[in-house]
Nanobody
Framework: QVQLVESGGGLVQPGGSLRLSCAAS????????MGWYRQAPGKERELAAI???????NYADSVKGRFTISRDNAKNTVSLQMNSLKPEDTAVYYC?????????WGKGTLVSVSS
């Protein structure tokens, strides 16, 4: 089992910044990729950013140049720095990883971008 706990969500004005963090615990030795997904009201969950254990990253087109994902393998954490936030970034953000064919999700943290 893997446990993921997110923190750092909140309300921010357009153009502002937030930093999300996710702490992993449990059977994490074989974890490779960790990522952030988001689900806006009335929409399907989508990938925002992902990072491998070696540090390779991939981003959704909608967040490229504004979001940065990083990882601390020693602390088993993954973070998402979100800059130049837009109202359309409003969503619940979920931390994700997998071991083999089993997916693990955090409970999510709400990010609201509004003036």
């Amino acid at each position: 089992q893997v446990q993921l706990v997110e923190s750092g969500g909140g309300l921010v004005q357009p153009g502002g910044s937030l930093r999300l963090s996710c702490a992993a615990s449990g059977s994490i030795a074989s974890i490779n990729a960790m990522g952030w997904y988001r689900q806006a009201p009335g929409k399907e969950r989508e990938l925002a950013a992902i990072i491998t254990r070696s540090g390779s990253t991939n981003y959704a087109d909608s967040v490229k140049g504004r979001f940065t994902i990083s990882r601390d393998n020693a602390k088993n954490t993954v973070s998402l720095q979100m800059n130049s936030l837009k109202p359309e970034d409003t969503a619940v953000y979920y931390c994700h990883t997998n071991r083999g064919f089993v997916d693990y999700w955090g409970k999510g943290t709400l990010v609201s971008v509004s003036s």
